[in-house]
């Protein structure tokens, strides 16, 4: 969630033009990858970052459409939907991951 807050700020930073946006964005960075480090520990490097990144995308698309009413077309509910699946079967199937 702090990677996803720390992006959706990272507009409304404006190019670090605006203060508290700008230090939401730094100090959201930093909690999530440290929060990252913490996962490296248990869950391989590729499983985590495939989970992190395909959650990530999804999260900020719908943070983006709901804070700066950026449109979602049918090939980006397509492309979500196909990510939300490829994260779901990682962590259901997937020999590498933590269960």
Request: hydrophobic share 60%.
């Amino acid at each position: 969630m702090a990677e996803v807050i720390a992006t959706s700020a990272l507009k409304a930073s404006e190019g670090f033009t605006r203060l508290m946006p700008s230090v939401l964005v730094v100090v959201g960075y930093a909690i999530s990858f440290y929060c990252l480090s913490l996962t490296l520990k248990v869950i391989p490097v590729g499983v985590t970052y495939a989970i992190w990144s395909g959650v990530g995308v999804v999260l900020v698309s719908l943070a983006a459409w709901y804070l700066y009413g950026q449109a979602l077309d049918l090939a980006s509910l397509i492309g979500i939907s196909l990510i939300v699946s490829g994260v779901i079967i990682l962590n259901l199937f997937g020999k590498v991951s933590v269960h």
